[in-house]
């Protein structure tokens, strides 16, 4: 069975893209109640800020912000509204 922190590095893509340590993540999902989606939303979020393209002479690299942010938002939880309105069908139904 997965551990928490297992799941969490698979969600952050840890083996292809390292940037936390196992003591960063365990905070991370401390710091997040143990929700591994809300600590993965963080993750993304801080791999994100980090992540500059870097210009040396002709080398450049680039950046991945975009793709952090839109990891992350798949992470997201969706607010629910339990909207109940005061309107009536005409049908009467």
Same mark, same amino acid.
Request: aromatic share 10%; with cysteine; net charge positive.
């Given at each position: 069975m997965d551990t928490s922190l297992n799941i969490l590095k698979f969600n952050l893509q840890e083996r292809q893209f390292p940037y936390f340590s196992d003591e960063e993540l365990e905070m991370l999902l401390k710091n997040n109640n143990s929700d591994i989606k809300k600590a993965s939303y963080q993750g993304?979020?801080?791999?994100?800020?980090?992540?500059?393209?870097? @210009?040396?002479?002709?080398? &450049?690299?680039?950046? $991945?912000?975009?793709?952090? =942010?839109?990891?992350? @938002?798949?992470?997201?939880? &969706?607010?629910?509204? $339990?909207?109940?309105?005061? =309107?009536?069908?005409?049908?009467?139904?």
């Open positions: 993304c979020i801080m791999k994100a800020q980090a992540d500059d393209g870097i @210009n040396l002479g002709p080398l &450049k690299t680039e950046s $991945n912000r975009s793709y952090w =942010l839109t990891l992350a @938002n798949s992470f997201k939880t &969706k607010e629910a509204y $339990n909207y109940n309105t005061s =309107l009536k069908r005409v049908d009467g139904q």
